[in-house]
């Protein structure tokens, strides 16, 4: 059995900054080893960091509605035949524009046509679901459904993972540790039984500190857990 894989989300909203502020240079991708050397044959995911859709992203595409937020990386997600990203907002029933510098994301539901064709999975497991309460977080997950996106996972709780029909298959488990304490039976559990109903474990995994790149003990530590399951 696959040893679990350990995904890490940057926090803050790479992708999208990427495409507003500068041309992205697309790497060179290999896709001999894990994955395949035949790519055109293979079940391949791509695992992304946070992906915002407020503040000025809004704006800027309510002003171009020609524009697309994924455009400079289209090649790249062309590439890949499942992409899960970490939905950093939520989407309430009665949309509040984000300001400059809010914290209170929230996005529109007509937004989220941004995120077709590629995206098939997106993260609640964040410290923004919870933005607008409850009635925001499920008011999101039954708008992503809407637009053909599986919401999974949950700011405060662990929830089971969710699998991915892929070959071999990946059961996705997603994770917030900002502001939320992670219990150790719980998360055996669930990775027990996510070990049981695939064959690849990937923990998707919110956490670490804005705006800096070190790591923290609790990092490590789950890390380390996690990684001995």
Do not use: K
């Amino acid at each position: 059995m696959y040893r679990i894989l350990i995904a890490l989300l940057f926090g803050c909203a790479v992708l999208t900054a990427l495409v507003l502020y500068r041309p992205l240079t697309l790497p060179e991708i290999n896709l001999t080893g894990w994955f395949s050397s035949e790519p055109q044959s293979a079940q391949l995911v791509l695992f992304t960091g946070d992906v915002m859709l407020a503040r000025a992203v809004e704006r800027w595409v309510v002003r171009d509605e020609t524009h697309h937020v994924f455009d400079g990386v289209m090649p790249l997600l062309d590439l890949y035949q499942q992409t899960v990203i970490n939905f950093e907002a939520a989407i309430p029933e009665r949309h509040q524009p984000t300001p400059d510098f809010g914290m209170r994301f929230s996005v529109t539901p007509t937004m989220l046509s941004q995120l077709q064709p590629h995206v098939d999975v997106a993260s609640l497991s964040n410290n923004h679901s919870y933005d607008f309460g409850i009635n925001g977080y499920q008011h999101t997950q039954a708008a992503l459904e809407m637009y053909d996106v599986a919401p999974v996972g949950h700011p405060e709780i662990v929830t089971p993972a969710y699998v991915l029909g892929t070959e071999p298959s990946v059961a996705l488990l997603a994770l917030n540790q900002l502001g939320t304490p992670l219990p150790s039976e719980e998360l055996v559990t669930v990775v027990e039984e996510a070990t049981a109903n695939a064959d690849i474990v990937v923990a998707y995994v919110h956490w670490g500190n804005e705006y800096t790149t070190d790591v923290t003990s609790a990092q490590v530590a789950l890390a380390t857990q996690l990684s001995a399951l």
